[in-house]
Structure formats: C-alpha cells, structure tokens
C-alpha cells in the first residue's frame, strides 16, 4: 500500500495555546481515517492545518512524496486535496451547477485572450467542462436540481453539493469536516454507504472528522482520537472503543468526575 | 441629431464604461473601491498628456491612458488587496483623493488646481459607441467564462474558493486591473471630449457617484448597471431645474434601495429575452406571495 498523507510532528499554536501537539499520522491510499474527540480537541485545527489555512508552528506534512507543509490553501486544492467545511460554505447565490463548474476551472485551461474573444477552444473546453459537472452531478443525485441556488437546497442536499464541489477538483485525498451533522441514524447509516460508494468510484482516499461514533466505527480502518490537540489514542475501531484513556476523555475520568 | 443630445450619449456612454469597472469590481468581486475616479484621472491626464505633448494619435493616447491606470493598479493591488473588506475600501479611499492632489501638485506637468487645456476633441459619438459595445462585450465574455466564475466564487465564499483551487490573490488582482483599465478608458474618452480637465472632476463624488450607480443598478448584474448609468445620467438633465440635489437624490435612492430592495433594480439577474418573456409570470408569482402573506 502506498502512503499518500504523511503527518509528522504537526503543531499548531495560537499564542500560549498548544491546538495541536505533536500529531502524526500516515493514510494510506484508498483508507478512510477517523478523527475524533471532544469539542475543541483540535480537529478542525488539523484540517485547516493540511489545507494551509493555518500555518502551522511545526512539524511536516507530505502528500503524494511533496512537502506540502507551508503551501497556500490554493495551492494544497490543486495538488489534490479536496475538502468540505463543518460549517457549510457553498456559493450560496449561484446554482447548484455553477458551483461545482467553479470547482472544475482547473480543467478550463484557456487564457484570458480565449475567453474574451470566444475563441474555438473557449467554447469546447467550456462544453467539455460542463458536461463532466452534470455527469458528477448525476452521480450525486444532484442533477435535478442543475439551475436551484445553492443556498435554497435542504440542508441534506446543501452537504452533498459540497462534496460534489469538492470532487470537481478530482482529488487523490478528501477530508470531511463533519459530514453527518446534524443527521438522524438513517441517514447517516446512508452517508456511510453514500461514501463508500463515491471513494470506490472516485479513488479516494478520506479523512473524516465525525462525532457520529456509528459512522465512525463502520466506515473507518483506522481512527485517531484527540483530546486538548494531543493524540491519545491511534487503532483500529475495536481497539479504539476499548481503550481507557478514549474512554475517559468522553465520559470523563475518575479524578475529574468531582 | 443635435449637439445635446449627442453630448447626452456620448456622457452616458462614457459614465457607462466607467461603472462597468466599478461593476465588475464590486458587484462580481465584492469588492468596494471609492477610488475608481482617481483610475479616471489617470485615464484622463494620461492619454491628454500624449495627445498634446507627444503628438499621438488618439488610439494610442486612449491605451496608453488604459495602460496607466493598468500599471497603478497592479502596484496598488499589490499593497492593499490583501486586506479584508473595510481596510480595503478605505485604501481606495485614500488612494483616490492622493490621485486628486498629487495632480494639483504636478502644476508643471498637469497644469495643477488650474486644469489641462487644449486637449483636441477627438471623442466622437462613433468612437464611444464602439467602445461601449467593446466595453459590454468584454465585461460579458469575461463574466462568463472561469475568470468570471472564480470572481463570483470570491464574492461567495472567500475560504470555498480557496478550497477549491482558486488563487483569490491572483484573481481579485485581475478584477481591480481590469475595473482600473475601464477607468482610465472613460477617463481618456472623457479628457478628449471635454477638451479641458480639471482634478476636481474626479473627486470623491465621482467615484462615490460610479459606486453608487452600481449599487443602485443591482450588485452583479451587468444590465443592471447599464441601466442605472443610463437613467442616473440621464435624470439630471430631463430635470434641469433640481439637478443641483444630483447627491441629495442618490443618497435617498440608496436608502431605498437598500432597505426595500437589498439586491438593486437587478441584483444577480441579467435582462435577457427569456427574463422579458418570463416576466409576467414573475410578476404574478410576486403578487401571489403578497396575497399569501396578507
């Protein structure tokens, strides 16, 4: 199996507060990874972190054999790291179909002349283009509602129209801040399948933050769990459930239970 | 067609450009500038300079006034587009007022407070014509292509656009270019019209006043601002007698238009024949929510 994220002693401070210490963790290709852990345990400190929203204070980050450790947010995307956002972040005045074809500009490789004068190519790309974001679209069950704003879709719809958008990029690596919130049992037992549909037919391979235990346990090879951005525990899920520490950091332990 | 109502025109002409840039800049980007009249002023002293000076012929003077504005945007962009929204309006702001004065300042040069003289009129009703077709259709082809797409992903959702690959530095740069370029075209066009320039015409009200248009006219949509230019140029001149309230009636206009209709007369739609056709039924779908509401 090839390794293609590979964190290394990643920290991450904001002033005297430690949000991240010292994690490290290796994904495979094709895997799903787990983070979890209590509210403000630093998981989505670590995805802003990898997309470069964050500059971190130390420790490397390599995807695909590139050190990609203090690159810009854009230039993490067009490596091929594709992401969603906890709190949804669509471009809520445009229509489903213009957001994912802003995802796609990378394949729209015409110049600045091409578009203005509507040259040949111009208008083939822009087809080609178009019709790969309805195809993906279509795969997301998404492709009735082509012309609907963006931020008048239902909050389920609103969630798999990010992860369209995000896969418009053609990822190698997707992370997933939260995908289940706010879902009741059925629909995230359909995520889960929902998921691992879109990462066989896409080749991906996931990082997911998620407080859903059951979608973390069915989906999820291996699962990392934080707690005040240390890392307290790494496994698998039946190791994960048994472990005291992981248990204590949800429940509470005996000395802090007073 | 006489003398006025060509000068009508080709001034409508001329405002058109100008908020186009404004349009593309704000209504596409997000990005407020209260600056874009010193983009004019560039436009305008510039291309003046080479006409008069350096004896070239208008094209050339005309680009070399886009190519001016062009270059100071790309420096300016540079320092200030990284700030967030309010710190950036304000560095257009005080860009734009710079502009003013450091053209008063350069009397050798610019004729300072006095004004520029003896520019040749060499704007016709022709030339303006072509170039607001010019205008239009390059702000349009523009929009609609992945440039126009990225600029809209911008004013969406700044982070998002980040996620997904799009250089915003790069791409908020190009828009501020692009809106300079179509200020110094409107300024050069203005400078050979008028034949006599004074920095006072680019003031703050001007810039405020293309803004404004913009705003009023509808953020995001090109026919909006189209539109608003045509009816705001044209109102102080059918009302000849009040046109000294110019200001007083686009605050209130503003007003308005933000409290009852937050989007402009056409926010984020374009006017298109299928929008004219769909109308009525628009209409009678509006009415339906009032009743429903009552």
């Known amino acids: ?258 | 067609m006489s003398g006025y109502v060509e000068g009508v025109i080709i001034l409508i002409g001329i405002n058109i450009i100008a908020v186009l840039g404004v349009s593309i800049l704000t209504g596409f980007t997000r990005l407020f500038s209260f600056g874009n009249a010193g983009f004019m002023a560039i436009g305008a002293y510039a291309s003046a300079i080479l006409t008069t000076k350096f004896n070239m012929p208008f094209l050339i003077s005309l680009l070399g006034g886009m190519l001016m504005a062009a270059l100071i945007s790309l420096a300016l962009g540079k320092l200030t587009l990284g700030l967030k929204g309010d710190y950036f309006l304000i560095t257009t702001l005080g860009f734009g007022e710079c502009t003013r004065v450091l053209i008063e300042f350069l009397d050798p040069i610019t004729g300072g407070a006095r004004g520029y003289a003896g520019i040749p009129q060499k704007t016709t009703l022709l030339i303006v014509l072509i170039s607001v077709a010019l205008a239009i259709t390059v702000a349009r082809n523009l929009l609609n292509s992945k440039y126009g797409r990225n600029l809209k992903a911008i004013r969406e959702q700044e982070i998002a656009a980040d996620a997904v690959g799009i250089d915003t530095a790069r791409f908020k740069q190009l828009s501020f270019t692009v809106s300079a370029i179509y200020a110094g075209w409107a300024g050069a066009l203005f400078a050979h019209y008028y034949m006599f320039i004074t920095p006072a015409m680019f003031n703050l009200d001007k810039s405020s006043e293309l803004t404004i248009t913009v705003v009023i006219g509808g953020l995001g949509s090109l026919t909006g601002s189209v539109i608003a230019t045509t009816v705001l140029t044209l109102l102080p001149e059918v009302l000849r007698s009040v046109a000294n309230y110019r200001m007083l009636f686009y605050g209130i206009a503003v007003v308005l238009i933000i409290t009852l209709r937050p989007n402009g007369l056409m926010g984020y739609k374009e006017l298109s024949a299928s929008w004219i056709k769909n109308l009525p039924i628009q209409v009678r779908r509006m009415f339906r929510c009032r009743k429903e509401v009552a």
Do not use: W
């Open chain 1, 1 to 258: 199996m090839k390794e293609i994220l590979k964190i290394a002693n990643l920290t991450k401070k904001f002033g005297g507060v430690c949000a991240i210490d010292n994690f490290s963790v290796t994904l495979e290709e094709g895997t799903v990874h787990g983070l979890i852990g209590p509210n403000g345990a630093g998981k989505t400190t670590i995805f802003n972190t990898i997309t470069g929203i964050y500059k971190p204070t130390g420790g490397t980050i390599e995807f695909m054999g590139k050190d990609i450790t203090n690159k810009k947010p854009y230039q993490v995307a067009q490596q091929g790291i594709g992401r969603t956002f906890q709190n949804i972040r669509l471009f809520s005045q445009l229509s489903v179909l213009e957001n994912v074809f802003i995802a796609g500009h990378m394949d729209a490789d015409y110049d600045l002349f091409a578009a203005i004068l509507r040259l040949n190519k111009f208008g083939k790309k822009e087809k080609y283009l178009r019709e790969n974001c309805i195809e993906l679209l279509k795969i997301l069950g998404l492709s009735d509602k082509l012309n609907e704003k963006a931020g008048s879709l239902p909050y389920g719809h609103q969630r798999k129209l990010e992860i369209a958008r995000a896969l418009a990029l053609r990822p190698k690596l997707l992370l997933l801040d939260e995908p289940a919130a706010g879902m009741n049992r059925d629909e995230s037992k359909e995520l889960v399948e929902f998921i691992n549909e879109l990462k066989e037919k896409f080749k991906l391979t996931i990082l997911m933050v998620e407080h859903h235990m059951d979608v973390v346990m069915s989906i999820c090879r291996r699962i990392t769990v934080l707690n005040f951005g240390k890392t307290i525990a790494e496994g698998t899920a039946k190791e994960i459930q048994t472990n005291k520490l992981v248990r204590e950091a949800y429940l509470g332990g005996e000395d802090a239970a007073c």
